[in-house]
């Protein structure tokens, strides 16, 4: 709760002073409770470097490498058998798998990207063919890269 102070008994409104939010008082709180000169932090500090030790150890031993690495192995082979499963279920049932839905956004982006390209394109052109109809002249229009920025003639 705020502190309440009032100003020499005068009858003013009570200054309120804002206590730090939840977060900043858990941190403080941390940081007390484990500081390197207390008994939680000591102990903490003692854990932290023997743990550190053991999974330096556990790290460099070959035998648990092999086996880590094959239960990973196994792991990621069902995963991808599952999904296989699961998308022969979803063409049995002619419904889209999660793959082709992918697909189908990745190709959704591209003609996105292209029709944005063609825009700019577009609006170049229009651009030159007003300037000209404002100039009063017959504007050549130049053809474009496929970037959209205009082709000068010029070798580069």
Do not use: C
Request: aromatic share 4%; glycine share 10%; net charge positive.
């Amino acid at each position: 709760m705020a502190k309440e102070t009032t100003n020499g008994g005068s009858g003013a409104q009570p200054e309120r002073r804002k206590q730090p939010k939840l977060l900043t008082r858990v941190v403080k709180g941390l940081g007390h409770w484990l500081g390197p000169e207390t008994p939680t932090g000591k102990a903490f500090v003692a854990a932290e470097k023997g743990m550190t030790k053991a999974f330096d150890k556990l790290g460099s031993n070959e035998r648990y490498l092999n086996l880590v690495g094959g239960v990973l192995n196994r792991a990621l082979r069902t995963r991808k058998a599952y999904v296989e499963a699961q998308e022969n279920w979803l063409h049995l049932l002619r419904l889209p798998t999660s793959t082709e839905m992918d697909d189908l956004r990745e190709e959704v982006r591209d003609v996105k990207n292209q029709i944005e390209a063609l825009s700019s394109q577009l609006e170049l052109v229009v651009e030159a063919l007003e300037k000209g109809r404002r100039e009063g002249q017959g504007v050549e229009v130049g053809r474009t890269n496929t970037n959209g920025s205009a082709t000068t003639g010029r070798p580069s």
